[in-house]
């Protein structure tokens, strides 16, 4: 499914939680005031298509600062070179990532606290894109993009077996069972990636992680996760999802361009893989809303992952302000946002931006939508209005998640079950926090 993130509050208690004392204190070197001459350069850390085009226009419009451009390969090799570098001291300014991993370098003492920089630009942006660079109100990251959820599904498999788009999850598994009786799958579970559980668990209102004074609760089996577990469980349980592992790209593509599964929960950066791979099936899918929980208000989960939703200032940069400023130059500049959007110059995800609907049709593919492109573009605009917004990502999230994608696969192949999963998470992420010397409840 991999669709993910968000953050809220928790910057004070992250000191006060955190494994070294030296994660607390103040803002970093600050500003660079040696008033040298010659523009400050900045090195950027980034892995997202049309990054450098970006950089270069950045610093064809900056004499005061320059931007040195670095692709990383991708979201998890930035971690590690991030944590090499910041114990060499010598991390880059700005960086690219994703907001499941803020907390944990807050905790480390890496980011640099740029609320006196780009607070007053809040306002610019939507609420629950806002929030992935914020910990305990304040502002370590500026949004580039942000990620509308939603379901995209074969129109044609559909129509032939009388059946309508899904509106709640219920409905999902209903209509999965009619196509399973030929031999198609409503949707695709890969043995390595276990966002489902967590996407789904977002929606129901579970909080896996939550500050309670001066500890980290731990809940990985309160009601909204159990919720989640019922609908995975459900369709694990009738074979209603394909077993197919993203490590061979292709067969996945391949399998829904065939017709071998007939929906995907996904946002608008992932159609361009779909783009790229389908040879059989374009003008044949459209975009419904993401299902909801029987007799709820429509939710979606906030964020993806693997896009690229914010820009990170390093605590060791000591030209934070035009660090910060360029960073929100970045995600606000007209020509920059459009270079980002598209999906020929840039990563195809959606802006930031509290008024983003001028890019979104620019964002999702006439090509493989056909006639479902114009009502498609509304589903995306009201996704947008439905975001998650009170997901916390732990200090050990990193690590949580690795375990829980190693017990994955033996939930997909049935030999473990959804609920045994959660409760295996809860026990072992209460003690993995305690081994990291961190206050814990749960």
């Known amino acids: 499914m991999s669709v993910r993130f968000r953050r809220p509050a ?12 030296s994660a607390c204190g103040g803002s970093g070197s600050g500003d660079d005031a040696s008033g040298s001459s010659g523009p400050v350069t900045l090195d ?95 502002t370590y990251g500026v949004p580039t993009a942000s990620a509308p959820a939603f379901t995209i599904l074969r129109t044609d498999i559909f129509k032939k077996y009388g059946l309508k788009a899904p509106t709640t999850w219920d409905e999902f598994i209903a209509a999965g069972k009619v196509l399973a009786k030929h031999g198609v799958k409503i949707t695709n579970y890969a043995g390595e990636d276990p966002s489902t559980v967590e996407v789904l668990a977002m929606q129901a209102g579970a909080h896996w992680y939550s500050i309670d004074g001066d500890s980290w609760k731990v809940d990985f089996q309160d009601a909204g996760s159990l919720k989640a577990a019922k609908v995975i469980q459900e369709i694990i349980d009738n074979d209603l999802n394909s077993k197919l592992s993203f490590a061979d790209y292709a067969a996945v593509q391949r399998n829904y361009d065939k017709g ?16 790229q791979n389908f040879t059989d099936s374009f003008g044949k899918w459209a975009l419904a809303p993401w299902p909801t929980y029987q007799g709820e208000a429509a939710k979606t989960p906030a964020g993806t992952n ?11 940069c000591k030209s934070q302000k035009q660090a910060a400023e360029a960073a929100l130059w ?21 802006p930031a931006l509290a008024d983003s609907d001028a890019y979104v049709a620019e964002a999702i593919s006439e090509k493989l939508l056909g006639s479902n492109y114009q009502p498609a573009q509304q589903i995306v605009k009201d996704s947008l209005k439905t ?11 990193t690590a949580m998640f690795s375990e829980m994608q190693s017990q994955w696969g033996q939930v997909v192949s049935k030999k473990q079950t959804v609920a045994g999963l959660l409760a295996h998470m809860q026990e072992w992420t209460v003690k993995d926090l305690k081994s990291r010397g961190i206050n814990v409840k749960g």
């Not at 928790?10 to 004392?21: N, Q, S």
């Not at 693997?306 to 060791?316: A, D, E, F, M, R």
């Not at 975001?387 to 999230?397: A, E, Q, R, S």
């Open 10 to 21: 928790l910057a004070g208690v992250v000191c006060a939680l955190a494994l070294t004392v």
């Open 44 to 138: 950027f850390w980034g892995w997202a298509n049309g990054q450098e085009a970006v950089v270069k226009a950045f610093n064809a419009s900056h004499k005061d600062i320059q931007l040195k451009y670095t692709k990383v390969t991708d979201q998890l090799t930035m971690q590690k070179q991030l944590s090499n570098a910041v114990k060499a001291e010598n991390a880059p300014c700005l960086l690219q990532n994703t907001g499941e991993y803020v907390t944990s370098w807050v905790a480390q003492g890496a980011l640099a606290d740029i609320t006196q920089y780009v607070g007053s630009s809040k306002d610019k942006f939507n609420p629950g894109s806002w929030a992935v660079g914020q910990v305990q109100g304040r």
């Open 260 to 275: 071998g599964t007939a929906t995907r929960q996904i946002s608008t950066w992932q159609m361009s893989g779909m783009v």
């Open 306 to 316: 693997q896009s690229g939703n914010l820009t990170l200032v390093s605590k060791q």
């Open 330 to 350: 970045m995600s606000t500049d007209a020509g920059a946002v459009k270079t980002m959007a598209s999906p020929e110059t840039g990563s195809g995800v959606m």
């Open 387 to 397: 975001v998650t917004t009170d997901w916390t990502f732990g200090p050990d999230w």
